[in-house]
């Protein structure tokens, strides 16, 4: 839940021999792909998806996105909308009640009878409900690749509770799974798949200067707590938010190539447990303080990981003295070298029957490189 909204401007159809490239096959491979478009971070993968199709050639693709009212997808004409499933969030928490109420079920079975598939030779979901479900009705196979169906596998898990592994199991079923995680935990999981290709990495961060993503928290009860710590500057993005600057408050509204200009410049980011945003970071080493989602088990799931691993700091609370001390402490980031994943999988899928999932873990994970960055 991460990457920014307009990551999906990049998200096109893929049509036949993109780029110049022979096909895999005599003619196209039809590709349905899902996205679920509630977090950015899907939409984020998405965009590195797509491009890498594009590059691997012999794919016409046909994208489906829900989750997400379509005005606010700040998207091209070139998908497929439905108005899907997603959740209700309130002050750093998932809202049960408000989440049941607020989706449409009955739109979303119709929505599930309303897909035609059999023209498809190929379904894959990142974690998208209506396209998962009219697969499953339909009888057809579908590949979900995503960061949820790294947890089909033994990895670390937190906040589990009835409504959380139901959600899990049966929001968007896939029939096989390719799950993404930041660590293999000796599981056949892939890395993650990173879109840092819009900016230049070229550019030195800024002593003092923090990036803040937190969608989910209060932005006013945010702003007012930030304004109380001295001597560092905070970039805040929201979709609610303009661009102003007062002291050491620096509002911005969503903007996919602000955000990751600012990302690459800061010296340090607050954020919630979203996966995509935190692979970002790693990639980039930068200090990480991160606060789940509050009943979220991914992101509950996600802080565990990163505790384990040493790669972030982890919160429950955000005041002026937990934000203040971390800042302000020594620590040890980490900066992690992946492989070009989105090419992989693109190259992959063509392959899957002769190359298994865990042939292609394996080989991902060796050009994977870990270094420690003191500070």
Known sequence: MEALQDNNADIESVGHQANGRQPLTESPVKLLYGVQGTGNGHISRAAAMNKALAAQ??????????????QKLMCC????????????????????????????????????????????????????????????????????????????????????????????????????????????????VLPPIVDMH???????????????????????????????????????????????????????????????????????????????????CLTLGKKILTKPLHGQIEQLSNARALSELGYATVTSKLDPKTVSGWLDSDTTIYRVDYPDVAAAIASWLDKRDIVSIEQLSSELWAKTSVRKISL
């Open 77 to 188: 004409d070139k998908y497929e909308w439905y108005r899907g499933m997603t959740f209700a969030t309130r002050n750093g928490k998932i809202q049960i009640l408000d989440t049941i109420v607020g989706n449409n079920v009955p739109q979303f079975f119709r929505d599930i009878g309303s897909i035609p598939l059999d023209d498809y030779d190929l379904i894959v979901t990142d974690f998208e409900p209506v396209v998962s479900w009219a697969a499953k009705k339909q009888g057809r196979e579908t590949l979900g690749i995503g960061h949820q169906y790294a947890f089909y596998y033994s990895m670390p898990v937190a906040g589990k509770n009835i409504f959380s592994e139901m959600t899990m199991k049966y929001f968007a079923p896939a029939s096989n799974n390719v799950g993404l995680h930041w660590h293999h935990f000796d599981q056949p």
């Open 198 to 280: 819009s900016v230049s990495l070229d550019q030195q961060p800024v002593e003092n200067k923090v990036l803040v993503y937190l969608p989910f928290e209060n932005q006013d009860a945010l702003v007012k707590m930030l304004s109380e710590i001295p001597g560092w500057n905070f970039y805040i993005y929201h979709a609610d938010m303009e661009d102003y600057n007062n002291g050491n408050i620096h509002t911005r509204t969503i903007s996919r190539t602000g955000f990751k200009n600012d990302l690459v410049t800061a010296s340090a980011l607050i954020t919630n447990s979203g996966f995509e945003l935190i692979s970002e």
């Open 57 to 70: 050639g012999g794919y016409d693709v046909t994208w489906v996105m829900s989750g997400r009212p379509k």
